[in-house]
């Protein structure tokens, strides 16, 4: 069985510092694994996805996501936070069918 | 192209009554999906089909009852709405299996069921 745990439900960072939204991954077998993000009212989007290629997979909008199967880890990060980051996200694992975490909220000051 | 398109945008239910969401795309994808998402939880997926003719249910398929009609269209039926249904309601779409291809999302129906 597959597992997903975002470790921070809220994160606020300031604009221009970097983002760090933690994640951790149970899974019997090499697992895919994805960044979906949603903002206010919209559905989601893919921020980028791991596939068992390179272990740094870099994303839309300058996020980039390394995975490390040492740790069972699959954190997201950016250099420099902007405010149309401001969104929540969603670390995802999947065998076959998608099981989502349960979200981390971005907050961005300015 | 509009994507994944949901109608309604908004819908309130009295306990027992029943609803249809409905839900199409227009990307030629094989892959839908029907998911709810409530606060603190993620989404979940209630059912998938892998393909026009098949249907099959995911985490949370209780009270619910889905049709794919064709390649383009999903739909997802409320038989007799509960309060516990009050929820986002998100339809996506793939090229193929989930763990393989990126899912693209409609922009949600929330349901309000009293």
């Known amino acids: 069985a597959q597992s997903v745990t975002q470790l921070d439900s809220h994160v606020s960072v300031s604009e221009g510092t970097p983002v760090l939204l933690r994640c951790n991954y149970s899974?019997?077998?090499?697992?895919?694994l994805f960044w979906y993000v949603q903002h206010p009212n919209k559905g989601l989007q893919l921020l980028l996805k791991y596939t068992s290629a390179a272990t740094l997979v870099k994303g839309i909008n300058g996020f980039e996501a390394e995975f490390k199967k040492s740790e069972t880890s699959f954190h997201l990060t950016k250099p420099s936070a902007h405010m149309s980051d401001a969104a929540e996200y969603f670390c995802v694992v999947s065998a076959g069918k998608l099981v989502f975490g349960a979200g981390t909220i971005l907050r961005v000051k300015s | 192209n509009a994507g994944v398109t949901q109608t309604p945008k908004f819908q309130v239910l009295k306990t027992g009554q029943s609803m249809t969401l409905q839900c199409a795309q227009d990307?030629?994808?094989?892959?839908m999906y029907w998911y709810r998402q409530d606060p603190g939880m993620g989404l979940r997926l209630i059912y998938y089909s892998a393909s026009e003719g098949t249907t099959d249910k995911g985490e949370v398929p209780n009270g619910y009852n889905v049709s794919r009609l064709n390649k383009r269209e999903f739909s997802l039926r409320l038989e007799s709405a509960a309060p516990s249904q009050t929820s986002v309601y998100f339809c996506?779409?793939?090229?193929?299996?989930?763990?393989?291809?990126?899912?693209?999302f409609g922009p949600g129906t929330r349901l309000t069921v009293t």
């Open positions: 899974s019997s077998y090499s697992p895919s």
């Open positions: 996506a779409s793939s090229e193929g299996r989930a763990d393989s291809y990126e899912q693209y």
């Open positions: 990307m030629n994808h094989n892959s």
